[in-house]
């Protein structure tokens, strides 16, 4: 096995136990063998037996080294756009109004029903490539446009072709119970039958990772989504909720009931709610640029999430209704500035936190054994990563221990 060393930089390591912020070293190495990290620490004590080993060193530049970033929460892939209803919000209709006329979700399904696979997959490649230009390494896509299980298998096989031969790993998440497609208008019940039709012909044909589903008002019931969630554990499925987004619905405290890996939204979550994700140690994913672009103004309940130590995520939830961004850098912003997260904080949201809302545990730190997926940035210090608007100061992706 090869092994090769990066020098001349400092490293972020985000490992929880560290006591240093950022568990930033300052003068570092890191070594990486077999796509794994190998070594990590002062450069000065980097052991003789792995430099001897060493049959490639890079000079970093002094460059600051993070884990790759992971997009935990994404819809990438779908046909057409909404750049109309962003229009007829800004004229005064709510999400919900504009979904209740036969927008929303509805015209985002219609679209993509109407596109080839071809087709999905050159547009979704843009945003894919947007996303890998500041520093993506993990990213998850969610179905959930197609709501019939030939366009539900469209867009996940889309999904999941994203990922190969590029520097990046795709999640797919089965997102059949997201909204309900015009053929089942006045029926929620019946469809959720066919959603649970769908689910394990998609799973046997190897393209779910996870099961999601839209827990309120405008969507499914916590009823509705228990069958899901019932459906989703038998096949040994892990889960996750868009929940409490628009109101309580309750939809925390049952998906903490299923052990689910994430919450996501969390504008209306509960005290109940926390305690739940609290107690079943479920991870609560941050969508800061949906909550920016429908102009919210509850915000989660970040305070009570920090005292009771629930795991805070942040992701782009790209999509075409509520926030068509494919910069996860610009993320970090906001959530700082809009929901108050310290820059660690984000920073942990986007690297160690986001691959736990996935249930993966061999990325999103940098400590030996983990997957060698890392960035190099041209910054001073970790928090100017969260602190400039719009800048991408990424100089190059390593991604399963290979430059990308």
Request: aromatic share 6%; hydrophobic share 45%; with cysteine.
């Amino acid at each position: 096995m090869t092994v090769q060393i990066w020098r001349h930089c400092r490293v972020a390591t985000l490992q929880p136990a560290d006591p240093a912020p950022y568990g930033l070293i300052e003068d570092a190495a890191l070594a990486v063998e077999d796509g794994k990290v190998l070594w990590v620490g002062p450069l000065a004590a980097l052991p003789a037996e792995v430099k001897k080993r060493s049959t490639r060193e890079h000079d970093a530049g002094g460059a600051l080294i993070t884990p790759g970033l992971i997009d935990c929460h994404t819809h990438l892939v779908y046909g057409g756009d909404r750049a109309h209803e962003f229009e007829l919000r800004l004229q005064g209709a709510s999400y919900e109004d504009v979904a209740r006329a036969g927008g929303g979700i509805a015209s985002t399904v219609k679209a993509t029903r109407l596109a080839s696979e071809q087709e999905l997959a050159a547009q979704s490649m843009k945003r894919l490539q947007a996303l890998m230009a500041e520093g993506v390494t993990t990213v998850e896509i969610k179905s959930g446009y197609g709501l019939a299980l030939e366009h539900e298998r469209k867009t996940l096989r889309v999904a999941r072709a994203l990922g190969q031969g590029q520097a990046v790993e795709v999640r797919t998440t089965f997102l059949g119970a997201h909204a309900i497609p015009p053929e089942f208008t006045g029926r929620s019940d019946d469809y959720i039958d066919e959603v649970l039709r769908m689910l394990p012909t998609l799973h046997a044909e190897g393209l779910v990772d996870a099961v999601d589903a839209f827990c309120e008002r405008i969507a499914f019931s916590t009823v509705q989504t228990e069958r899901v969630f019932e459906a989703a554990c038998a096949l040994g499925l892990p889960v996750k909720l868009h929940a409490e987004q628009l109101s309580d619905s309750g939809g925390a405290q049952l998906a903490a009931r299923y052990g689910a890996i994430s919450c996501d939204h969390l504008e209306w979550l509960s005290d109940a709610g926390v305690a739940a994700m609290a107690q079943a140690g479920s991870v609560a994913v941050l969508l800061p640029g949906a909550f920016y672009f429908l102009r919210e103004t509850k915000l989660p309940p970040i305070s009570q999430l920090r005292e009771e130590g629930v795991p805070m995520a942040i992701s782009t939830d790209c999509n075409p209704g509520s926030s068509p961004c494919t910069s996860l850098l610009l993320m970090l912003n906001m959530a700082c500035t809009l929901f108050r997260l310290t820059p660690e904080e984000a920073l942990a949201g986007v690297t160690r936190h986001a691959a736990r809302a996935l249930g993966l545990h061999d990325r999103g730190t940098l400590a030996a054994g983990q997957r060698a997926d890392f960035v190099l940035w041209d910054v001073a210090h970790p928090a100017q990563l969260s602190y400039a608007i719009g800048a991408n100061p990424r100089l190059q992706t390593v991604f399963k221990g290979e430059l990308a």
